[in-house]
């Protein structure tokens, strides 16, 4: 690619960027809680949540001396808590050790949490390591410029890297302006090909959407049962194990044949009222929940605890969520 295209992309990224709260920082926390951030959640979606964790969460340091819950807590309503828990433990770890984030993208990928897409864009953005950035957004912008339908991940980083050492420009710069192209113009539906700042140098134009080919997801779809134990102090909850969900609370569930008579069984009941089902989707599971209510003695207010959206329909559909209980 000519030097035309780099002198195009980043005329157009310094006039027509987003202004977005992380935008030009150079703070390496404040630059990896963003990239943490935006590893599964849309820019306009993670700046409250960005704003947020900074107000509770200001450093690196205070980040480390919080306890778990409390993170989670600032967390709730991003999902992908693993996120949350991995960069609890980076901060522990790094504070523990020299104090301040690696400077380079090897010693970033050691931490916890932190593959190479977000390593190298806070090695680039925070401090200048000329390495080339590929999310998602980048990989669909290459795979269009060069019309390739199913590029390896070798060929986009390679071509990534090449384009990344023929700029003059800050690599963090280069790396944002490729994945601003593709949150904003170059998007996965209906790109705006008409406003692309290199539109003249897309071999894929004529037919964006053939580029790259769309991915199959695989959903696994679940059926599980939900009990709300609900009394005159709140509602009983649990804390959650597993990589999904672990450090959250909710309410009691179990998958599969028998599972509300399980449930009935370990308090000691023998019927629950049927209040109806809540669907929730992750990633790749699919969960379809029949809610029952049955009383119960004792119990918590749910705005005590971390809780997952999904819990939160739940006890939505108990009349037990935070909202009620304010």
């Given amino acids: 690619m000519s030097s035309d295209l780099h002198s195009a992309l980043l005329t157009w990224y310094r006039c027509h960027k987003r202004e977005l709260p992380w935008r030009g920082e150079r703070d390496p926390y404040k630059v ?38 409390a993170v989670l807590q600032v967390w709730q309503g991003c ?3 693993t996120r949350a828990r991995n960069l609890h433990r980076l901060a522990q770890q790094v504070v523990a050790a020299e104090g301040t984030l690696p400077t380079t993208v090897q010693g970033l990928r050691a931490l916890p ?13 925070a401090f200048g390591e000329p390495v080339a950035a590929v999310d998602g957004n980048v990989r669909r912008v290459l795979s269009r410029l060069f019309a390739w339908e199913h590029p390896t991940p070798k060929q986009v980083q390679e071509t990534a890297d090449a384009l990344l050492s023929a700029t003059n420009a800050h690599p ?25 700042p290199v539109a003249a140098f897309c071999r894929g134009k004529a037919s964006p959407g053939r580029y790259p080919a769309a991915k199959v997801r695989k959903q696994k779809s679940l059926e599980l049962v939900a009990l709300v134990l609900q009394g005159p102090a709140g509602v009983y909850l649990e804390r959650r194990q597993g990589p999904v969900l672990g450090g959250l609370w909710g309410v009691p569930m179990e998958e599969g044949p ?24 992750f990633t790749h599971r699919k969960l379809h929940i029949r809610v029952y209510r049955a009383p119960w003695m004792a119990g918590e207010n749910p705005l ?11 006890l939505a559909l108990a009349g037990a969520g935070p909202a009620h209980l304010v």
């Avoid at 280069?174 to 601003?180: F, G, P, S």
């Fill in 172 to 196: 963090g710069d280069w790396n944002q302006a490729l994945m601003e192209l593709g949150a904003t113009i170059c998007t996965p539906q209906n790109p705006g090909c008409g406003g692309c």
């Fill in 113 to 125: 949490g932190i593959g190479p897409y977000t390593a190298a864009a806070v090695a680039s953005i």
């Fill in 258 to 281: 028998g599972a509300l008579e399980r449930l009935l069984a370990r308090f000691g009941l023998d019927s629950a009222e049927l209040l109806g089902p809540v669907h929730h989707e």
């Fill in 32 to 69: 990896l809680l963003s990239e943490v951030l935006l590893q599964q959640t849309r820019a306009g979606q993670a700046i409250p949540y960005y704003h947020r964790f900074l107000q509770r969460f200001p450093t690196l340091e205070a980040l480390a001396q919080a306890e778990q819950e």
């Fill in 79 to 81: 999902g992908y808590y």
């Fill in 304 to 314: 005590h605890r971390p809780l997952s959206r999904l819990d939160q329909k739940i």
